[in-house]
């Protein structure tokens, strides 16, 4: 499986206790991160973020289990400027390199209200009508979103029940692992603690795109 982010820490912060799961089960995960998230206004620890970042992405997918991972440098903030042709092709490319028989991503929302994670998972899913591939989205339940949304300001979008297709059961111990890697991002006062709380031993997958049946 094949995760498709746009930012080092979407791997872990979002969809950790997924991939962790997925290797638990004997699943080989990839990672293909689309920027290296040099435009965050968090600074849990000092330095340059274009490098520290780069780093902490390769230590929390080592920490989740992931085979590969592949950060590429467009522009933190501005994914949905990209030519969608190139971003297509770059995910086509790590589809052909890791083998991969279906992708991991976002949910087309973005789900935390960033657009460059609708843009990663739009580049994504163009990929996957032109390779045939399956395609999971990452989501939260509806309830959880409204919560964080009062609670925190935020601008989370979620899914009523019906519109969930898999209730994964997780051990968020590897993912807190991986999460704690990202010292430049994951400070005390994210909202990402309290959606963890939220969620508890619990995520949500959206089945995006089914391949076409091969005759």
């Given at each position: 499986?094949?995760?498709?982010?746009?930012?080092?820490?979407?791997?872990?912060?979002?969809?950790?206790?997924?991939?962790?799961?997925?290797?638990?089960?004997?699943?080989?995960?990839?990672?293909?991160?689309?920027?290296?998230?040099?435009?965050?206004?968090?600074?849990?620890?000092?330095?340059?973020?274009?490098?520290?970042?780069?780093?902490?992405?390769?230590?929390?997918?080592?920490?989740?289990?992931?085979?590969?991972?592949?950060?590429?440098?467009?522009?933190?903030?501005?994914?949905?400027?990209?030519?969608?042709?190139?971003?297509?092709?770059?995910?086509?490319?790590?589809?052909?390199?890791?083998?991969?028989?279906?992708?991991?991503?976002?949910?087309?929302?973005?789900?935390?209200?960033?657009?460059?994670?609708?843009?990663?998972?739009?580049?994504?899913?163009?990929?996957?009508?032109?390779?045939?591939?399956?395609?999971?989205?990452?989501?939260l339940l509806?309830?959880?979103?409204?919560?964080?949304n009062a609670?925190?300001?935020?601008?989370?979008?979620?899914?009523?029940?019906?519109?969930?297709?898999?209730?994964?059961?997780?051990?968020?111990?590897?993912?807190?692992?991986?999460?704690?890697?990202?010292?430049?991002?994951?400070?005390?006062?994210?909202?990402?603690?309290?959606?963890?709380?939220?969620?508890?031993?619990?995520?949500?997958?959206?089945?995006?795109r089914a391949?076409?049946?091969?005759?």
């Amino acid at each position: 499986m094949l995760a498709v982010v746009a930012h080092p820490d979407d791997e872990s912060f979002g969809l950790g206790a997924v991939l962790a799961a997925f290797v638990h089960t004997g699943a080989r995960a990839a990672v293909l991160c689309l920027t290296r998230g040099e435009a965050s206004t968090v600074h849990g620890v000092e330095g340059d973020l274009h490098r520290l970042r780069a780093r902490e992405l390769a230590t929390a997918a080592a920490t989740l289990g992931v085979a590969t991972s592949t950060l590429l440098g467009y522009p933190d903030g501005a994914l949905s400027g990209v030519c969608r042709s190139r971003l297509v092709g770059d995910v086509g490319d790590a589809v052909r390199d890791t083998g991969t028989d279906g992708l991991l991503v976002f949910d087309p929302s973005g789900v935390t209200g960033h657009p460059d994670h609708a843009a990663a998972t739009a580049a994504a899913l163009a990929a996957a009508d032109v390779l045939d591939l399956p395609v999971l989205g990452w989501t939260l339940l509806a309830t959880v979103a409204a919560t964080l949304n009062a609670e925190r300001g935020t601008a989370f979008t979620g899914h009523a029940p019906a519109d969930i297709d898999l209730v994964v059961p997780v051990d968020r111990a590897r993912q807190r692992a991986a999460i704690a890697a990202h010292a430049s991002q994951a400070v005390p006062t994210s909202v990402l603690w309290r959606r963890l709380e939220l969620l508890a031993g619990t995520e949500h997958l959206r089945r995006l795109r089914a391949p076409h049946r091969r005759e």
